[in-house]
Each structure stands twice: as C-alpha cells, then as structure tokens.
Nanobody, 123 residues
Framework: QVQLVESGGGLVQAGGSLRLSCTAS????????MGWFRQAPGKEREFVAT????????VYAEAVKGRFTISRGNAKNTVYLQMNSLKPEDTAVYYC????????????????WGQGTQVTVAS
C-alpha cells in the first residue's frame, strides 16, 4: 500500500506561480511512475503530467506544456509540479497518482491516489 500526501495548493493571482509537492510512503518510490491530474468543479479528472521512476521520461498535457514542470526527488520520496503563468482555467483540485505505466495519461492506469490539494487562480 502506498500513501500519497499532496501539499502546496492555495490562492494565487493569474500569472503567478505555485509549486505542488506529493510525498509518498514506502521504500520503492523510485520504482513508481508518478502522475499529476486535476479536477475542476463539474468536470472529469484530467491528466496534467507524468514522470517515470528515473525521471528520464516526462509527458505533459497540451494545456500546461511550457508552463508546468514535473520533477521528482527520489531521495525524498517526493514528486513536484512547478506551475508558472497560472490562468483562471487552471483552477482545480490537483491530485498525484502512483504506479502507472510510463507515459500513462489515463486516470484508470494508476493504482494509488492522494487526497488532492486545491489550486485557485484569481483573474
């Protein structure tokens, strides 16, 4: 069983930045491909970014490419999502997910989920 805890959400003005963190329990974190998803009110949970266990393979959703950066620190069992140039449409609950296949974009492809952290971007 893997437990994931997200942090770093909050309220920010459009154009601002936030960095989300997701810390995992367990001793095999470096074996897990990790992903970030988000869910806005009334919408389906959507893919944001994913990173392989080694960090060598990264995929972004088109909507965030060039603005968001996913990274990981395996020594700290943590995956990060640096979000720059935030837009009101980025407002959502952001979730991290663990143990999907490399490059996985489907939420059903991940085995473990965090509880989510709210990101609100004011216009």
């Amino acid at each position: 069983q893997v437990q994931l805890v997200e942090s770093g959400g909050g309220l920010v003005q459009a154009g601002g930045s936030l960095r989300l963190s997701c810390t995992a329990s367990g001793r095999t974190f470096s074996n897990y491909n990790m992903g970030w998803f988000r869910q806005a009110p009334g919408k389906e949970r959507e893919f944001v970014a994913t990173i392989s266990g080694s960090g060598g393979s990264i995929v972004y959703a088109e909507a965030v490419k060039g603005r968001f950066t996913i990274s990981r620190g395996n020594a700290k069992n943590t995956v990060y999502l640096q979000m720059n140039s935030l837009k009101p449409e980025d407002t959502a609950v952001y979730y991290c997910a663990a143990r999907g296949r490399i490059g996985a974009k489907g939420r059903h492809e991940y085995d473990y989920w965090g509880q989510g952290t709210q990101v609100t971007v004011a216009s």
